[in-house]
């Protein structure tokens, strides 16, 4: 690294708040440079020129930063958007969250309406371990009130019934082993 480059990152980065950040201002200050013609960092007055550059591209970068930091805590999300909020501070949420680490997994997954292939599967379970965990799983439902087979029901827009029914089909095209889909209904494809 040359000495020239060197001093103007270390510059760069007593101006900025993160070291990938201080990198990002050297090189914008630098292909400032070689557009007004200034690419000679030899040159005493290029460097103090291009420690302006830095100093001022800092400064219009935090400011834009607090600017934005000000809209998003501003912001209020629309009526109807709050739905992942309120299925992720649903009580069957707040149940799974409160089991073992080890029963967390086969809880989504059996609650999302997999079946214990594709959980054993996915978890690289034997079947008496994945018996164990679903033994274990209906206990702590039992103890917790939860009904087990009501988890499409925290979305009731979206069509379980179709999306599992469509799996084995989608999986045989992308020759995969193990196929889910998340909460907004996209699939999700593994290959193993």
Do not use: C
């Amino acid at each position: 690294m040359q000495p020239a480059y060197a001093d103007l990152l270390a510059f760069a980065r007593q101006r900025s708040r993160l070291i990938h950040e201080a990198e990002d201002l050297v090189q914008n200050a630098l292909l400032a440079a070689l557009e007004a013609g200034r690419a000679d960092l030899d040159d005493v007055q290029i460097r103090r020129w291009l420690r302006g550059v830095i100093r001022n591209q800092a400064r219009m970068d935090a400011r834009s930063a607090a600017r934005r930091k000000a809209r998003e805590a501003g912001h209020v999300p629309p009526d109807g958007d709050d739905t992942a909020d309120a299925q992720t501070n649903s009580p069957v949420f707040e149940w799974v969250r409160s089991l073992s680490p080890s029963l967390r997994p086969v809880a989504a997954l059996a609650l999302t309406g997999h079946t214990r292939a594709e959980i054993r599967s996915a978890l690289g379970l034997s079947d008496t371990a994945l018996r164990q965990r679903l033994r274990a799983l209906k206990r702590a439902a039992q103890a917790g009130g939860v009904e087990m087979e009501g988890f499409a029901a925290l979305r009731p827009d979206l069509a379980h019934g179709l999306l599992r029914r469509g799996m084995p089909a989608m999986l045989a095209r992308r020759s995969a082993t193990f196929g889910t889909y998340d909460p907004d209904g996209n699939l999700l494809i593994f290959r193993t």
